[in-house]
């Protein structure tokens, strides 16, 4: 049987036509006037969308250049940062950390759960020496979303910046930058954004601009002065990928249409259809309390092959999720619902993972799941605009 092809993993996500067309078009020369003009549309759109009024920038690397960008930016070798590590990626930001010669308080988070603003708090009063704090706002890896707004009320008093991986959040769920004191806001193009993997956007808040101006041993590549020089004047400091910056303008178009409040209602729907229909499954949700918007780890029962359900859902559903990292490999499956996706592809992939389930054994279905789903669905779509996401969590 013939099934449509449908891309439900936490990054890449789908591609809308009209950005494929874009990223379709004739090349143009980064350094003239027509790819001018694209940067600067794009560029007041990245400020919305960031929560900012500080340049955003385009980087040609992943989400992980930007990381190191960010490190390499704001932290000389031989500082002291605080890594909230609770997950695939904090362990990333560690690692990046280590390599740029910092020295590294790791505050270990049991992954699945999200970090107690107490103990960031703690860890603080306990080494004045630390000058930064880098964690995520969505942790890829687990579907858990950190409290970054209650960390910033701590840092934004200290001599301490605070850095956040954004790259499934941003597009995805309230994050403004300037209104919560993110020091630092980064992402990367090929989840919420709705494009190919290869380019990063990164935004640093106006202490953290004076740091790494000050900085005398940054990256000769992630010059970030430099990139915010050229970025005022419609440029990038090297060669720019075009065709990227292109399809983000299409991007940055459609998901701005109806304003910031209809992206992350959109948003919330689909993650409440997700949470809902899987726990009307039997299921556990692996990130019980705090969650991301735009995926859903589901945490599979025991004797369940985790690498067989993906593999049959793909092959007989036209369905492609993800399952977990490291220690969480054949145990988790996780279900992207971030860019163009909408309410029919995912409960395409709910009706997979349940079916799926249901023939590797040890599982033995259920009713009513799709149902109930929706009918969260629609009743998040009914929550009011401008409503706080405190109450949406509630």
Known sequence: M??????LTPGPTPLPEQVRLALAQDMIHHRKAAFKDIMQRVQGR??????????????????????????HALFAPGEKVLVVNGGKFGERWAEIALTR???????????????????????????????GVLMQLSETSTGVLHPVQEVATMTRARDVLLVADGISAVGLSPCPMDEWGIDCLLTGSQKGLMLPPGLAL??????????????????????????????????????????LIVGLDVSLDMLL??????????????????????SVMGLELFAPAHYAWGITSVQLPAGIDGVEVLRLAQEHYGVIMAGGQDQLKGRIVRIGHMGWVDWADVTAGLYALNRCLFAVGGYSGARDYLEQGLAAYETA???PPGTPVERRHS
């Open 46 to 71: 990245l400020r919305l969308l960031f929560g900012t009024e500080q340049p955003v920038l385009p980087l040609s690397c992943s989400g992980t250049g930007a990381m190191t960008a960010a490190v």
């Open 2 to 7: 013939l099934n449509k092809h449908r891309l």
């Open 202 to 243: 990164l935004a640093l808040s106006a202490r953290a601009w004076q740091k790494a101006e000050a900085n005398p041993s940054g990256c000769f590549y992630f010059n970030l002065p430099k990139e915010r020089d050229n970025v005022l004047k419609g440029q990038t400091l090297f060669t720019s990928p075009v065709n």
């Open 381 to 383: 779509l009914a929550v």
């Open 101 to 131: 010669g910092l020295e590294c308080v790791r505050l270990d988070v049991p992954w699945g759960q999200a970090v107690d603003p107490a103990a960031v708090a703690q860890a603080l009063e306990a080494d004045p020496h630390i000058r």
């Open 257 to 278: 249409k109806d304003g910031l409040d209809a992206l992350y209602r959109k948003q919330w729907a689909l993650t409440m259809l997700t949470r809902t229909a899987v």
